[in-house]
C-alpha cells in the first residue's frame, strides 16, 4: 500500500498556511486533534467544566488505554502530565541517593534532566557521570557496561536529544541495566511519535514523553510510563489529595497505579486532544511514520549538505527526523527569523539546551529542521531552496 500523503495534509489544516519543519518544536495538530479538543472546550462553556468531565468520563479514561497500548504498558502505568519534563520530574526525583551514588547519562542530556542531576548531587553527595560515546557519536554500550558498579543507582539517558538526530541506542542500555538491576529512566520526548516505543523491548523503568512534538497532540501535554512494580515502592516528591487520598486525620494512602504521580486538576481538553494523537498516530502506523519521517529527514539532510556554507551536525549512523545544521556566513537566530518571514518554520538549538555535547563539540547555536510524515517533497524543496537563496 503506497502511502497517502495527500490525506494526512488534508487532515492538517496548518499546511495551508506554513512550511511546518518544526515537529520536534511543536508539530502540527491533525484535523481530529484539534476538533476533539475544540468541541470539549464548547461542552466546557456550554454546561459546566465539571459537568463536561462527568459526561465524557468514559472517553477521558480511554486517553490511558491509548497511550498504554502505544507505549506497550498497561494503562495503570501511565500517568499524564502537563509536559514531559513533570513526568521525568515525578520519576526522578522519587528515588532516593545517598553521597557516592552513581548517576549515568549521556552527553547530549537534555538541560532540564541535567540541573536537576546537579541539584540532587548537591543535595546528596551523589555524583553523575557521562557515558562516553561510540566512534558514530552515539552512548557506547560497551562503555557503559565498564563503568557498572555497585554504586550505579540510575542509568538516565535521552533516546532522541533535542539538538539533532542522533538516536542513542536505547533498548542495548536497557538490557545492561536490567542485567545489573539498575534502573532506567529513559526520556523518549523526541522519539514518542516517530519512531515505535515498546517498553518490555527497551527494558526501561520509566519513560518520559511529551505531547505536542512527533506525536502531534496540542501543547501542556505528556505523561509517564512506570513500571508497576517500581512505582509501588515509590513515594512520589509531592503529592495531592488525587494521587494519595486522604484516608484518616493522620494518614493518606497512594493510590496503586501511576496516577499517584498526578494531581487533582488537569486540562481536559487537551488530555482528550492527545488521546485522539495517540490514536491518529497508532491508525497511520508508528513504523509507517518512523520510515517516511527518516526518510524525508535523510533527502532534507542530503540536499542542505550539498549547499556551500551549511555543515550538518547530526550524530550517528542512522540519524532520526532531526536535521541540524549551521550556515557559515549567517547567523543561526537571523536564519530562523528569515524563514519564518518566508512562511518556513523551523527551530533552533543553543548550546545550552545540551551543554556538555554543545561544549564537546563546540557548537554554536544550531538550526534544526524536523519533518515529519505530512510533510511533502515542496516542504523540503522550499526550505533548501531559501538556505540555497541566503548562500
Ligand atoms: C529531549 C527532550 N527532553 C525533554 C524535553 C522537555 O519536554 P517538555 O517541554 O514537554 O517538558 C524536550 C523538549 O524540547 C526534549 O527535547
Known amino acids: 500500500m503506497t502511502f497517502d500523503v495527500e490525506r494526512l495534509r488534508r487532515e492538517t489544516p496548518g499546511v495551508a498556511h506554513r512550511v511546518h519543519l518544526n515537529n520536534a518544536g511543536a508539530a502540527l495538530m491533525p484535523a481530529p486533534v484539534l476538533e476533539a479538543m475544540v468541541g470539549y472546550l464548547q461542552r466546557e462553556a456550554q454546561i459546566g467544566g465539571y459537568e463536561a468531565a462527568f459526561e465524557s468520563a468514559a472517553r477521558l479514561e480511554r486517553v ?40 549515568l547519562t549521556a552527553r547530549a542530556e537534555y538541560a532540564a534532566n541535567h540541573v536537576a542531576f546537579l541539584q540532587v548531587a548537591k543535595r546528596t553527595g551523589a555524583v553523575i ?14 562503555a557503559l557496561e565498564a ?65 505536542r512534538k512527533f506525536l ?23 503529592i495531592d489529595h488525587f ?8 494518614r493518606y494512602e497512594l493510590r496503586p497505579d501511576a496516577r499517584r504521580f498526578e494531581t487533582w486538576e488537569n486540562n481536559y481538553a487537551a488530555r482528550l486532544g492527545l488521546g485522539v494523537a495517540v ?3 497508532l491508525a497511520i502506523g508508528v513504523d509507517e511514520i518512523e520510515r517516511q519521517c527518516r526518510a524525508k529527514a535523510a533527502a532534507l539532510r542530503a540536499a542542505l549538505a550539498a549547499i556551500d556554507g551549511v555543515t550538518i551536525h547530526d550524530l550517528g549512523a ?23 518571514a518566508a512562511g518556513i518554520n523551523v527551530s533552533h538549538s543553543k548550546p545550552e539546551s545540551t551543554l556538555l555535547d554543545a561544549l564537546a563539540r563546540g557548537l554554536p547555536t544550531v538550526l534544526r529542521a524536523s519533518p515529519h510524515c505530512y510533510n ?16
Open 243 to 250: 494521587g494519595a487520598p486522604w484516608v484518616a486525620p493522620d
Open 376 to 391: 511533502d517533497a515542496s516542504d523540503i524543496d522550499a526550505l533548501v531552496q531559501a538556505i540555497r537563496a541566503m548562500g
Open 318 to 340: 542512522d540519524p532520526a527526523a532531526i536535521v541540524s545544521f549551521t550556515l557559515e556566513r549567517h547567523d543561526a537566530l537571523a536564519v530562523n527569523a528569515r524563514l519564518f
Open 64 to 103: 490511558y488505554d491509548s497511550v498504554a497500548r502505544l507505549v506497550g504498558a498497561s494503562r495503570d502505568e501511565i500517568a499524564l502530565t502537563e509536559n514531559a519534563t513533570v513526568a521525568w520530574q515525578m520519576a526522578f526525583y522519587s528515588l532516593a541517593f545517598r553521597k557516592g551514588d552513581r548517576i
Open 216 to 238: 502531534r497532540g496540542p501543547r501542556g501535554t505528556g505523561f509517564l510510563y512506570m513500571k508497576r512494580e517500581l512505582l509501588l515502592q515509590l513515594e512520589p516528591p509531592m
Open 147 to 211: 563503568m557498572i558498579d555497585e554504586r550505579v543507582r540510575l542509568i538516565a539517558v535521552t533516546w532522541v536529544p533535542t539538538n539533532g538526530g542522533l538516536v542513542n541506542p536505547a533498548a542495548e542500555i536497557g538490557r545492561i541495566a536490567k542485567a545489573h538491576g539498575i534502573r532506567y529512566l529513559l526520556d523518549a520526548c523526541q522519539a514518542v511519535g516517530q519512531m515505535p516505543i515498546d517498553v518490555e523491548a527497551l527494558n526501561c523503568d520509566m519513560l518520559t514523553a511529551t505531547g
Open 129 to 142: 557521570e557521562v557515558v562516553p560515546d561510540d566512534a558514530s557519536g552515539a552512548l557506547d554500550p560497551q
Open 279 to 281: 490514536d491518529y498516530a
